[in-house]
């Protein structure tokens, strides 16, 4: 019999992710609540409490604004449901740690939906990165902009006490977890965070200059929202070679086509001539269904997601931290 969800928050990713379980019928979505949602159907409930005592329902989806996502999911937990929450995991990673709590004590299972890391692209970089076939990483730089509009002041997202942070928790956040996907932590970290267009309370520029001093591996972000073109660029520099992947697929296909280009064999500098280079193209975003999949293979196992853990929510919440102590 396939586990039941309950879902909370029906707005853009409350329904992608509807879709996505009832695309791979893995589990069933038989409750849903949103008090705000205009799509409503016979599965809503007129309540929370409705929805997370359900002793039916075994897991439950967070699809909230950023500010609930830390008591939602403790209340989940508390009631012994499997969880899956959006990201951020929190506004802050004193948040992670109280809810690693929840989570130690009820022992379920608990994932976080950084879905970039699930694209079929990163895992490409990832194998190439830890099979060393480039040597070490020396450097990587993140671009990841996108553009906003006037209705963007009426969205919580624009509003701190919702949303915790601007352009940095909203979509930066995902580059950095690239990053430390690819790299490890980063111990030394500097940054300006700045509102240069928009004026409201949350940043819409990030620079950010980040080191792990113990890999010797540099990093830096710009993470916008004055992108009038929509970005995404991730450039991966080793010694031997190099990965740069331009464009990502998403459901706006506003950033381009997804491509990776792949150099290796370089020859001796100061020459530095690059001999061939592999492009690759990535046609599909299959990114949420391979989370729901692994997800449902943790539930099954009764362990730790390999991607998507608390830990790992914990150590990037801790960078997010560091960056927003510029502000």
């Known amino acids: 019999m396939k586990k039941q969800v309950g879902i909370?928050?029906?707005?853009?990713?409350?329904?992608?992710?509807?879709?996505?379980?009832?695309?791979?019928?893995?589990?069933?979505?038989?409750?849903?609540?949103d008090p705000c949602s205009t799509k409503k159907n016979k599965l809503f409930v007129n309540s929370l409490d409705d929805l997370i005592d359900n002793k039916d329902i075994e897991i439950i989806f967070i699809c909230t604004p950023?500010?609930?996502?830390?008591?939602?999911?403790?209340?989940?937990?508390?009631?012994?449901?499997?969880?899956?929450?959006?990201?951020?995991?929190?506004?802050?990673?004193?948040d992670i740690k109280q809810v690693i709590i929840a989570e130690k004590k009820y022992k379920k299972i608990l994932m976080y939906g950084f879905n970039h890391r699930h694209h079929d692209s990163i895992?490409?970089?990832?194998?190439?990165?830890?099979?060393?076939?480039?040597?070490?990483?020396?450097?990587m730089r993140g671009r990841y902009g996108k553009s906003v509009e006037t209705n963007f002041y009426k969205n919580w997202r624009s509003k701190k006490e919702y949303s915790g942070g601007g352009i940095l928790i909203d979509q930066g956040i995902h580059m950095l977890d690239i990053f430390l996907y690819l790299a490890g932590n980063f111990d030394k970290i500097q940054a300006t965070v700045s509102n240069l267009y928009w004026d409201l309370d949350i940043?819409?520029?990030?620079?950010?200059?980040?080191?792990?001093s113990k890999n010797k591996i540099d990093a830096s972000l710009h993470s916008t929202m004055t992108q009038w073109r929509n970005l995404f660029s991730l450039e991966v520099f080793l010694e031997k070679g190099y990965v740069v992947l331009n464009g990502l697929n998403t459901a706006s296909k506003s950033y381009g086509e997804e491509v990776l280009n792949i150099a290796k064999n370089r020859s001796l500098p100061p020459a530095a001539v690059w001999e061939e280079e592999e492009n690759i193209y990535f046609k599909i975003d299959n990114s949420f269904e391979k989370e729901i999949i692994e997800f449902n293979k943790s539930i099954i196992k009764n362990k730790k997601p390999m991607i998507g853990n608390s830990l790992e929510a914990l150590q990037l919440m801790k960078v997010v931290d560091k960056i927003y102590n510029f502000s």
């Open 8 to 33: 909370i928050g029906f707005g853009k990713m409350g329904q992608l992710r509807f879709n996505i379980i009832k695309k791979l019928d893995i589990f069933k979505v038989v409750s849903i609540y």
């Open 123 to 139: 895992q490409k970089i990832k194998k190439i990165v830890d099979k060393k076939e480039f040597g070490r990483i020396l450097w």
């Open 66 to 94: 950023n500010y609930l996502n830390k008591q939602l999911t403790i209340k989940s937990l508390k009631k012994k449901k499997h969880v899956f929450c959006e990201k951020p995991p929190g506004l802050n990673a004193n």
């Open 203 to 212: 940043e819409d520029n990030v620079f950010a200059l980040l080191q792990n």
